[in-house]
């Protein structure tokens, strides 16, 4: 018999009876501006967030951060910052020095200030890690309050791979010291957009 | 060496121990701060152990939906019944890759399996690429505990640690100084990786995908740049629903570290196109442990390590002194499992006070559980000689009512008048790290005479 056989078997013989499975309750929001709430989440976490009306205002911010920057990656068309010319890269690995990528968020969720990302926004899975630096642009619409109504945003339309990214890259694994850009992006903005802009 | 022994070991630095200890404090505080800003809290320890019940109680059937799910999503899945069968189906899949070097994110099943000096025997470059289990892997030693790899450790070994290996400067020990030459020596070893290998957080049966929750990056930066990312898990690691996320993921980091969420919580479903996807089921005793309607609940565990930051024995032996891969009280209940005889002595490195519990997101009963494990440990007779014979001398003390009563008065006596030399002797280990209670002139007995 296969290990596989083995293991279903020996789990049959061994579970307790049928125990319930729980439905999920909705929760109260127990603050009043989700927006608000995720600004601060967000700045807990060691996020800068920024809010911007249209593109020229995000290009004007990125430039001020991100003076150094020499490698931008984007999709955003009118967007005015020179980004790096995606038919030239066939392989993730050219991305190693990157500076800073922009990126779009589909949601954020204000009690913890994760943004969802999944792979249908992103030109390369590895992007949002590779890079140096992350900008994340979010309509200030997109928000919701807690993980279960995030996980019902997302439904059943599950992609090969997502990702809920909360603040930059950090470790505290040295006595405790936390330290921000551990292997992924130093640091994350976050640009809040009305929704009307941001397409 | 029982836990005892290696807990008196650490405590020879009295310093240190209390470094420690206060270390880990400080992260069960942090804890506390993230779980009372949550209204619903209690409500979500309920729903997490109701749900990872419900699991177990219908664990085969969900293994089968899993696995169909995973398959249609283009994913490999394979089965392991030991640790032997697991380490041989990575290293297949790594032979059929010709993979040279392989980068790892956190994992303690591969801990549990020793999959690193397996592979390293094989020829094949390992490379742990959290911080804390990295520093580890340079030390060449096991982790300390499942979410901070290295809290052992002080700044101060770290760098003289990474001056040898990373050629850092001589003497710097700033955190944020050896954490950039931590991150420019792994990004070389991911730029370079031919394949990435994970541990799992939870896995979703209804559609087939694996979470995985870190703060460093480092699961993605590794999993996304090679043609091959392998997922180990334990079978226990299944959740039915891709919405019951939403209640594990504000459970998870809250009782780990204190933060709302970790950094990164990413979704695997699908390899890249032009890559594969693998994921690799254990079972390790596993389904044992199911069998014991005592014990099966352990393997609700979450792996968040809240019970050790609050353990008052853990925070002061660490967690070499359990000599196991998880330590602590949840590594208490799940190792005996595996060895009664060997791991004998950790369900008595606990003073039951209960505050594991307290804390456990998906409410294991863990004190009970090593209450449980004591009992058994006993009547198999895996007790030490020294606890046997006392608990049988007291048995027949016990027994015998005047005898006890004659004894009880000697004693008083004694206690007060005998010289401390004499009362803490060789003989008295229940006395070495601890002082007796002041001798009362009366019995409760007598006192009751008098009074009742």
């Not at chain 2, 206060?22 to 942090?30: E, H, I, M, P, T």
């Not at chain 2, 005889?341 to 490195?349: I, Q």
Request: aromatic share 8%; proline share 6%; hydrophobic share 40%.
């Amino acid at each position: 018999m296969s290990s596989r056989e083995d293991i279903l078997k020996a789990i049959k013989a061994n579970k307790p009876d049928l125990k319930p499975l729980p439905e999920l309750p909705q929760f109260p929001q127990p603050v009043e501006d989700v927006g608000e709430a995720f600004r601060a989440a967000a700045e807990g976490v060691g996020a800068q967030v920024i809010s911007v009306n249209n593109w020229d205002e995000l290009a004007l911010a990125v430039n001020e951060r991100y003076p150094e920057a020499k490698k931008i990656a984007h999709q955003i068309e009118g967007l005015a910052l020179s980004p790096l010319d995606w038919q030239q890269i066939n392989d993730a690995h050219q991305l190693a020095d990157l500076d800073v990528a922009i990126i779009h968020g589909e949601f954020g969720v204000g009690e913890n200030a994760a943004i969802w990302i999944p792979e249908t926004i992103l030109p390369e899975r590895v992007l949002p890690f590779i890079t140096q630096h992350l900008v994340i642009v979010l309509s200030k619409e997109d928000l919701v309050w807690n993980m279960h109504q995030a996980y019902e945003r997302i439904g059943t339309e599950i992609p090969g791979f997502g990702i809920f990214i909360s603040g930059p890259s950090k470790t505290a694994d040295i006595e405790q010291s936390l330290v921000l850009g551990a292997h992924g992006a130093r640091t994350l903005m976050i640009a809040l957009m009305p929704s009307s802009q941001n397409v | 060496m029982s836990h005892a022994k290696a807990a008196t070991q650490f405590n020879q630095n009295q310093a240190r121990t209390g470094w420690h200890d206060q270390a880990l404090w400080f992260v069960r505080q942090k804890r506390d701060r993230q779980a009372v800003t949550v209204p619903e809290w209690e409500d979500l320890r309920e729903l997490g152990s109701q749900i990872k019940g419900h699991m177990l109680s219908n664990m085969d059937e969900y293994l089968i939906q899993f696995e169909a799910n995973a398959q249609a999503n283009g994913v490999t899945v394979h089965w392991a019944k030991d640790a032997t069968e697991h380490n041989k189906i990575v290293y297949d899949i790594l032979q059929k890759h010709k993979v040279q070097r392989l980068v790892k994110s956190k994992s303690m099943l591969t801990e549990e399996c020793h999959l690193n000096p397996f592979l390293e025997r094989m020829g094949i470059e390992v490379v742990d690429t959290d911080l804390g289990e990295r520093i580890v892997q340079l030390k060449d030693e096991p982790p300390s505990h499942i979410v901070m790899p290295a809290i052992h450790l002080k700044k101060e070994e770290i760098g003289d640690l990474f001056h040898e290996k990373l050629g850092t400067e001589a003497g710097a020990s700033d955190p944020q100084y050896l954490t950039e030459a931590a991150r420019q020596h792994l990004r070389e070893r991911f730029l370079q990786a031919d394949a990435a290998l994970t541990g799992v957080n939870f896995a979703i049966a209804e559609t087939g995908g694996v979470v995985v929750c870190t703060n460093e990056g480092n699961a993605d930066m590794g999993v996304h740049l090679p043609k091959l990312q392998i997922h180990c898990m334990g079978m226990e690691k299944l959740i039915p629903r891709l919405a019951d996320l939403g209640v594990f993921l504000r459970l998870l980091a809250r009782s780990a570290t204190g933060q709302p969420i970790t950094t990164y919580s990413s979704h695997f479903h699908k390899p890249r196109s032009g890559s594969e996807m693998h994921i690799v089921i254990l079972d390790n005793g596993r389904s044992n442990q199911l069998g014991r309607p005592d014990f099966r609940k352990s393997l609700q565990c979450i792996r968040c390590g809240a019970c050790m930051n609050t353990c008052p024995v853990y925070r002061r032996s660490g967690g070499h002194s359990y000599g196991t891969t998880v330590p602590g009280p949840i590594g208490s209940i799940l190792t005996p499992g595996i060895d009664l005889k060997k791991h004998a002595s950790l369900p008595f490195a606990s003073t039951l006070c209960g505050s594991c519990s307290d804390v456990c997101p998906v409410k294991i009963d863990i004190h009970t559980q090593l209450y449980k494990w004591r009992q058994i440990i006993a009547e198999e007779g895996h007790l030490p000689r020294s606890k046997r014979w006392s608990m049988q001398m007291a048995a027949w003390v016990f027994a015998r009512p005047k005898l006890y009563r004659w004894l009880g008065k000697r004693a008083r006596w004694s206690l007060r008048l005998f010289p401390s030399s004499l009362v803490y002797g060789p003989w008295n280990t229940w006395g070495k790290s601890r002082d007796l209670p002041d001798a009362p002139k009366q019995s409760f007995r007598d006192w009751m005479k008098k009074n009742g």
